[in-house]
Structures are given as structure tokens and as C-alpha cells.
């Protein structure tokens, strides 16, 4: 506004057109930034989600192993 008020009373455009194209960067670097933003969202997501599957891998493994040995250890039952 500042810029326009001093390009209209100076006469000079060139005030104008930087006060017009001023708030042209913010835009851009807003818009980029929300682009990132989504990408590196999508990233971390499929890396949590990778994560979490071999975390629940591990854990179902380790369970049957336990399992099995607690069943090898139990005392052979034999009929009467």
C-alpha cells in the first residue's frame, strides 16, 4: 500500500509494480512449502507404517518362539 501511496505521489511506476509484485514470493514460498509438506508426510508416513510392520513381526515371532519352548519344557503326559 505504502509503495503505491509513493509511486501514485513520486510518479515513478516502478514503486508500483514492486509494491504489486511484492507479496509475490510469500505466495510461491507458501505454495512450495504445503508441497513439501505433503510429500514429506506421505514419507514419514510409509516409513512409520514399515516400521510398525516389522515391529509387529518381531513381536508375533518372539510369542510363537516363546510358545514353543514353554511346550517343549511341559513334562511328556503319558496314559495310564
Do not use: C, D
Not at 33 to 49: L, P, W
Request: glycine share 8%; proline share 6%; net charge positive.
Amino acid at each position: 500500500v505504502i509503495g503505491a501511496v509513493i509511486g501514485g505521489i513520486s510518479g515513478q511506476w516502478a514503486w508500483m509494480a514492486m509494491s504489486a509484485l511484492g507479496p509475490m514470493p510469500m505466495l510461491v514460498n507458501n505454495f512450495v512449502n504445503r508441497r513439501h509438506g505433503i510429500k514429506s508426510y506421505a514419507q514419514r508416513s510409509a516409513q512409520y507404517q514399515e516400521r510398525k510392520n516389522r515391529i509387529e513381526n518381531n513381536a508375533r515371532e518372539a510369542l510363537e518362539t516363546e510358545r514353543n519352548l514353554r511346550r517343549a519344557a511341559l513334562p511328556i503326559r503319558r496314559p495310564p
